[in-house]
């Protein structure tokens, strides 16, 4: 909560700036309203992690009741027998879809009925779901994630290949984590990498007069951990909202 000293400070800091930017002192202006990131409006991460659960639950319950409601196809009952004999297996194919077989080996000297055979495939998926919500977050921000994720999780495709003790969604997996370090690597390891260049994006859009686009970009930076200020007051008094310019420009 604001301490009324801090308020004061911030009231008497709007009645100085705002008759500059040509626009009259409201006579209860709560800056803090007016700043982006204030606690009033962050579409903050909060419940997404939760959101993500929800489409690797749904991804589930399109295929794990169907697991074992056809009998194995020609290349599933090549992988029963491959993991029966790894090594051999290894050795003749020259490790193709090694580290599959490796993985669903343990699961074959459990069982081999279909249901059992095929579970990795779909908890590959489901560990992919994960792996695309992180890219579309640090790309761009938890919303992309989320919409990605939920659409991947109620593809036709995910659900089909998720049924075969094949090592489909283990690629799936292998090219999104591959696509994950990739990200990684292009923002140097620099959280505030994707904030800075959304705040950079901001400010073209305002500078051209795109200025529904520039305040996307700033709340986007905003949630990216990078303080929007001073584009965001700009692009209020743009907007003739002087007293939010002013409100921003001394609660941020």
Avoid at 10 to 27: H, I, L, N, Q, Y
Avoid at 42 to 66: D, I, K
Avoid at 211 to 218: K, P, T, V
Wanted: glycine letters at 12%; a neutral charge; aromatic letters at 6%.
């Amino acid at each position: 909560m604001t301490s009324p000293v801090h308020a004061g400070g911030r009231a008497r800091c709007v009645a100085s700036v705002a008759p500059r930017m040509g626009t009259a002192v409201p006579a209860e202006h709560d800056a803090e309203t007016s700043r982006p990131g204030a606690p009033s409006e962050p579409p903050a991460r909060s419940g997404t992690w939760l959101t993500v659960g929800v489409a690797m639950v749904a991804a589930a319950a399109l295929s794990l009741p169907r697991l074992g409601s056809r009998t194995m196809w020609l290349d599933e009952v090549y992988t029963v027998g491959a993991t029966s004999e790894l090594l051999d297996t290894w050795r003749r194919t020259g490790g193709t879809q090694a580290l599959y077989y490796l993985l669903v080996w343990p699961v074959a000297q459990v069982s081999t009925d279909p249901w059992a055979m095929r579970l990795p495939s779909v908890l590959f998926a489901l560990a992919a779901l994960g792996v695309v919500y992180e890219i579309g977050r640090r790309i761009w921000d938890v919303r992309v994630g989320v919409l990605a994720t939920g659409g991947l999780a109620l593809s036709w495709g995910l659900a089909r290949y998720s049924m075969e003790a094949r090592s489909y969604t283990l690629a799936l997996l292998l090219v999104s984590l591959s696509g994950l370090a990739l990200v990684a690597l292009v923002q140097g390891g620099d959280p505030d990498a994707a904030g800075r260049g959304l705040y950079q994006s901001g400010e073209i859009h305002r500078l051209r007069g795109d200025l529904a686009e520039a305040e996307a970009d700033y709340r986007a930076a905003s949630q990216k951990g990078r303080e929007p200020q001073p584009g965001l007051a700009l692009l209020r008094f743009a907007q003739g909202d002087g007293a939010a310019a002013a409100g921003a420009v001394c609660g941020g």
